[in-house]
């Protein structure tokens, strides 16, 4: 894939934090409606990367290029104009609002005045724009029918469709999911394969994950991190049967990775 037909695509990525070294010369290229996993141990640097992604870290170098056009690495104000969104490992939602009113929060581009104002209903106009999107969203995670519910209410498994739900009402084209089976049952964990797959249809999707069956049912490429350098890159049975994976990670007879 070269560069105008990736979505998202990073060369050469180094992260320092004083003297440790988190990323060295990583590389990352996510296609056009593609899922991709980042997967490795902890401290491996997926979270670093991530956040280099997301203007949290700023690298010491490296390329970034969104649509084949190479670029400053974002700014976390400038997400949402470049169509990228993430969920985080906390859910990080509001429990004393309603599950649309922690969605509509996530719709903050949409408003002409402040964010918590106009995502609460001080602009009706604003409000109201804001509020359709939100429930075009909950459903989307089969979350409508409990749009009204206060989020501290919510089961864990809930707490996830609403955090995607938040995500999703910036419309973006590239979705970053932070351990998005993390916590969940056997169940739950295949409707959260069915709904990435279910999203990739309408954008790009990079993940982060420990589940070894999500990854390799849902994505068509894997980067392996080990010590913050690429050790194996391609589609998922190839990396399962890479060597230096096996051993980094996975182990005989492993669901996750360590």
């Known amino acids: ?41 902890n401290g491996a640097g997926k979270t670093t990367l991530f956040n280099a992604l997301c203007g949290l870290v700023t690298p010491d170098s490296g390329d970034f ?12 104000h400038e997400l949402v ?13 509001f ?3 309603t599950v649309l009113e922690n969605v509509m929060i996530g719709a903050q581009h949409l408003a002409t005045t402040g964010l918590i104002s106009a995502a ?9 724009r804001i509020r359709d999107k939100a429930r075009v969203a909950l459903e989307r995670v089969y979350a409508g029918g409990i749009a009204h519910r206060r989020a501290d209410t919510l089961s864990y498994p809930d707490t996830k469709r609403v955090s995607i739900a938040r995500a999703l009402v910036s419309e973006p ?11 969940l049952g056997t169940q739950d964990i295949e409707w959260m394969n069915q709904l990435i797959k279910n999203l990739s249809a309408d954008m790009s999707v990079l993940l ?28 998922a049975e190839t990396v399962r049967r890479d060597p230096a994976v096996m051993a980094a990670y996975l ?8």
Not at 66 to 72: C, E
Not at 251 to 258: E, I, L, P, R
């Open 120 to 128: 609460l209903g001080r602009n009706r106009k604003d409000e109201a």
């Open 95 to 97: 429990g004393d609002l």
């Open 173 to 183: 084209s590239i979705l970053m999911l932070d351990e998005p089976a993390g916590g």
């Open 1 to 41: 894939m070269n560069k105008k037909s990736a979505a998202l695509q990073v060369e050469r990525v180094n992260v320092s934090f004083g003297g440790l070294r988190a990323l060295q010369d990583v590389y990352l290229e996510v296609g056009k409606n593609e899922v991709v996993g980042l997967i490795g141990p």
């Open 81 to 93: 104009d470049l169509g990228i969104a993430r969920t985080l490992q906390g859910v990080g939602l």
């Open 65 to 76: 290029h969104l649509n084949g056009k190479k670029s400053d690495f974002p700014k976390p």
């Open 251 to 258: 182990g005989t007879g492993s669901n996750h990775v360590a």
């Open 208 to 235: 982060v994950e420990h589940h070894m069956d999500v990854v390799m049912s849902v994505c068509s490429k894997l980067y392996v991190l080990n010590f913050g350098e690429v050790i194996a890159s391609g589609d």
